[in-house]
């Protein structure tokens, strides 16, 4: 699987700081991302359906992917592009099996061992991360852009690099050969999402022009 675009926007209801997640959403969507995950850890899943169900419906539209985060369950129910799984969540040997052959499985990794299981138990895409210090995820482990630079060689599926990403370190990672990159806060929290959005794309394109040359 190749990933459609290199930003990978993840809607979270928390770093989204009670701003509406459709508003959201279309922001994203106008600033020019093609890839979005939703990600709402406390909201109880009977009430997050309908939300998703809407956001899904509005990425179709768009020729957005939508993955789901952690929930399997969910992800199955709405027949959603794809789902996100962690190292806490349900193994990724057994969401692979779960899913539909067609739907993505993308899978947090934090090591070079954990990425190659990854890829091993059928993810489409790995994430490696944190890039950066976060203020997002507690207890998020550093590993910086070299882990990138270290799997990159073995790992041949899509890398994404993930944890603090801003448009002023992005080329960091991208030069370190990721394929995409995902981010919450530099894009949900931003006054100006959309513009957020398209500034990445710009600076992702200019460094993997210079990364060519
Ligand atoms: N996994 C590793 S770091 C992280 C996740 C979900 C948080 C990313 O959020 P931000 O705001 O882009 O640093
Ligand atoms: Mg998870």
Redesign the pocket.
């Known amino acids: 699987m190749t990933l459609p675009t290199p930003l990978y926007v993840?809607l979270?209801r928390g770093?989204a700081g009670g701003r509406d997640l459709a508003a959201l959403l279309d922001a994203v969507l106008e600033g020019g991302c093609r890839l979005v995950q939703l990600?709402d850890k406390t909201t109880p899943l009977n009430d997050l359906y309908p939300v998703a169900r809407a956001l899904q419906r509005r990425c179709r539209e768009a020729g957005c992917l939508f993955i789901v985060n952690d929930r399997v369950d969910l992800a199955l129910a709405l027949e959603a592009d794809g789902v996100h799984v962690?190292q806490d969540d349900l193994p990724a040997r057994e969401a692979r099996r779960l899913l539909r052959p067609d739907m993505i499985l993308g899978v947090?990794t934090h090591d070079e061992s954990q990425a190659r299981r990854a890829r091993n138990d059928g993810a489409d895409y790995v994430?490696v991360?944190?890039m950066?210090p976060?203020?997002?995820?507690p207890g998020?482990r550093l590993v910086g852009p070299d882990l990138v630079r270290r799997v990159r060689p073995e790992i041949r599926v899509p890398l994404v690099a993930?944890?603090?990403?801003t448009v002023d370190n992005v080329a960091e990672v991208i030069r370190a050969g990721a394929d995409a990159v995902?981010?919450?806060?530099?894009v949900?929290?931003a006054a100006d999402p959309a513009a957020a959005a398209r500034r990445f794309l710009e600076t992702i394109r200019a460094a993997r022009g210079s990364a060519a040359l």
Not at 134 to 137: L, N, R
Not at 182 to 186: D, F, G, L, N, Y
């Open positions: 993840i979270d770093a990600r962690g947090s994430a991360g944190s950066f976060t203020g997002t995820k998020f993930i944890g603090g990403i995902a981010v919450i806060s530099a949900c929290a």
